[in-house]
């Protein structure tokens, strides 16, 4: 994945969140998403479009291009990967959903796949699912 940035990345996932609903993002939508004001959403739609991540038509809103979607695709996989793992640890999931987004972005892409690893192995070992009872009853405890 080329180097961009962490805005740049947060962006291409909001629009693909929301193109996922709706087929397209119009600004205000992007600006709700990423709670900002929809002024700073329309420079960076701009710079997005002159980028080629994004194809923008007044009245008719914005969609990804192909290499837009590839990498709005990848951010949201890890962080789906990540929420997914700390709600394995019971991080409420507006938490953990939160965190995910600090996450995304920093983590080595060898580190996102051994945690999508080790969070196959804990969703469907036996004996993990012990541990993870273990563990249930000691949060019930606290």
Do not use: W
């Not at 740049?8 to 709700?32: C, F, P, W």
């Not at 997005?48 to 038509?57: A, D, E, I, P």
């Amino acid at each position: 994945m080329p180097e961009i940035s962490r805005k740049t990345e947060d962006y291409l996932e909001a629009i693909l969140n929301i193109s996922l609903v709706k087929g397209y993002a119009r600004t205000k939508d992007i600006a709700e998403e990423l709670n900002i004001q929809p002024p700073s959403v329309v420079e960076m739609i701009q710079k997005l479009s002159q980028t080629g991540f994004v194809t923008y038509r007044k009245y008719e809103g914005v969609t990804l291009t192909d290499n837009g979607r590839k990498i709005a695709e990848v951010v949201k996989d890890r962080h789906e990967t990540l929420r997914s793992f700390l709600e394995l640890f019971r991080v409420p999931e507006a938490i953990a959903t939160k965190d995910a987004c600090k996450m995304e972005h920093e983590l080595s892409p060898e580190t996102l796949a051994q945690i999508r690893l080790f969070s196959a192995f804990l969703k469907e070992s036996p004996k993990a699912a012990l541990i993870l009872n273990d563990f249930e009853e000691f949060l019930g405890g606290r």
